[in-house]
């Protein structure tokens, strides 16, 4: 949508939001999670002795809640589990900024429990997802959802190209395992790991390119070698040595691969983004060039 008119002539100025939350991105944000989920949970919740199995699994879901999100064992649940889902609107609401976010991704997480469908959560997964990040963009908070999790990533490019490399790699689980792993170290607010986030980065790339290679223990030199001896795909020189200076950096710069080396610099998000953005673009255009050579990388 276009700016209003306050926007436009600057009477309203949306402010960046890092580290943040303002009341109206918690509300545009609640509205999408009450209805969603929460609106599920409450029906759930109302069917009692009529539905018995989507109350029990309404009340064991709500009382989950309760243990991760509240940190409260059984014994301590509310007698109306309804009280629940009410603090939970409050935290959103009142609590720390990135508590709404804990809960946005403990719902996407467990979503296959309301919704055993797989297709049905699947969608409700992507819906939510990119609902949440219309918000998120518009309000300019600097976080995006990307496989149901919160990532400080914001450029629509970079999101669509982790997305379709999450995508790309379904069937290969191999490396889709090291990118979803580098999100999870990127994206852990308590204690990024950004020296992990690089290393699982470029291990993704390193295990396409030996399912390319057909050598299972090979090191990212030595799968690019044997590419090339047997000329499964074709790459270009300089393409091949940009892959190998990005492996050499990560091998050697503060690190980042070999934690006993000692950490003679200070790597921090930028890095850790730039490698997995550019390891997905890599993987993206390896897997494409596969695909066409007729190489079963399943």
């Known amino acids: 949508m276009d700016k209003l008119f306050s926007e436009r002539y600057g009477y309203v100025v949306k402010q960046v939001q890092f580290e943040s939350l303002d009341r109206t991105t918690r509300s545009f944000l609640w509205e999408q999670v009450y209805f969603s989920y929460i609106k599920t949970l409450e029906f759930g919740l109302g069917q009692g002795l009529s539905d018995f199995k989507m109350y029990s699994e309404a009340k064991n879901f709500i009382l989950n809640i309760d243990r991760e999100i509240f940190k409260k064992t059984s014994l301590e649940a509310p007698e109306k589990l309804g009280n629940i889902l009410a603090s939970c609107e409050n935290m959103f609401m009142n609590g720390a ?66 997305s379709s490399t999450l995508d790309e790699t379904e069937s290969i689980k191999t490396v889709q395992g090291h990118i979803i792993k580098a999100l999870k170290h990127l994206s852990d607010r308590a204690d990024p790991d950004y020296h992990n986030s690089i290393k699982e980065s470029v291990s993704a790339l390193e295990a396409l390119l030996r399912l390319i290679a057909s050598k299972p223990h090979a090191t990212l030199s030595d799968a690019m070698r044997e590419i090339k001896k047997k000329g499964v795909i074709s790459l270009n020189i300089h393409l091949e040595n940009t892959i190998k200076s990005l ?52």
């Open 247 to 298: 492996y050499q950096w990560t091998s050697d710069e503060g690190a980042i691969r070999h934690a006993d080396k000692g950490d003679s610099s200070v790597i921090d998000i930028d890095d850790a983004k730039f490698t997995l953005i550019t390891c997905c673009s890599l993987v993206n255009y390896l897997t494409a060039k596969s695909t066409k050579a007729g190489i079963n990388l399943s």
């Open 97 to 162: 900024w990135y508590m709404p976010f804990d809960l946005i991704e403990y719902l996407l997480k467990t979503s296959y429990i309301l919704f055993s469908v797989e297709e049905q959560n699947a969608f409700v997964i992507k819906q939510v997802s990119e609902a949440l990040n219309q918000v998120l963009e518009s309000r300019k908070a600097m976080y995006r959802l990307v496989s149901s999790l919160v990532v400080p990533i914001t450029n629509g490019e970079e999101l669509a190209t982790i």
